[in-house]
């Protein structure tokens, strides 16, 4: 019985060759593809903060591979989680590398608009305590920026007032101190500085909705 390839002149036989390990090379890509387009779907159904049910299974059932497939490609799950963190940017538009400051605030409108596309799930005090205290802060800070912009429409007051929120938020202060390395009191400075800017910016008018704030239209 002859060999595969056996009587083929060696000129074909490497040619054959050639266009099997392009034909391989071509299915691989297009099932790693396929892997990561999954892991894409299932991020889109997970809340931003949240991949737990970004797994290896997950992945593999909905891209309609095996596990061992899937691993074949990304030996680890975090391997995986990478490369669909990659494809994330990619949808968002937003490139990390060789960004300037002039680029942070078009960056992180984009990243947002991205965002709004993922569950919503809010991560709220479970202690009624809490969540009372949550509330009461809320509508100090509404009151206190509509004593200084009374004029502003609702919604600027309340995204002035929500801004203010997220900066005087506990999260903000132990992101500033675990991920930046801040002291206490340096991350404390850095908030207040903030603070101090957005209050200076309501004092003179100028609200998040541009150069001036959109104003209340008076009934009638």
Not at 189 to 204: C, D, K, M, P
Request: glycine content about 8%; proline content about 5%.
């Amino acid at each position: 019985m002859a060999e595969p390839g056996e009587g083929i002149p060696p000129e074909q036989a490497q040619q054959r060759r050639r266009y099997d390990s392009r034909l391989r090379r071509e299915r691989a890509a297009q099932t790693r593809d396929a892997i990561v387009a999954a892991g894409l779907e299932l991020a889109h159904e997970c809340p931003v903060w949240d991949w737990r049910g970004l797994t290896i299974r997950a992945a593999a059932e909905r891209a309609g591979v095996s596990e061992r497939t899937v691993y074949r490609h990304f030996p680890s799950e975090r391997e995986f989680h990478d490369a669909v963190m990659r494809g994330l940017e990619g949808q968002a538009g937003v490139t990390l590398e060789g960004m300037r400051l002039a680029d942070v605030a078009e960056a992180t409108a984009r990243v947002f608009a991205h965002v709004a596309s993922f569950p919503m799930v809010v991560r709220t005090p479970l202690d009624p305590t809490l969540t009372a205290a949550d509330q009461r802060r809320r509508a100090t800070l509404l009151n206190a920026v509509t004593e200084e912009a009374a004029a502003w429409s609702e919604t600027d007051r309340k995204m002035a007032a929500g801004l203010l929120d997220v900066l005087w938020s506990v999260m903000s202060y132990e992101r500033l101190i675990a991920a930046w390395d801040l002291a206490p009191e340096q991350a404390t400075a850095a908030i207040t500085w903030v603070i101090a800017l957005v209050e200076a910016a309501i004092r003179e008018g100028r609200g998040p909705g541009g150069d001036g704030a959109v104003r209340e239209e008076s009934p009638g």
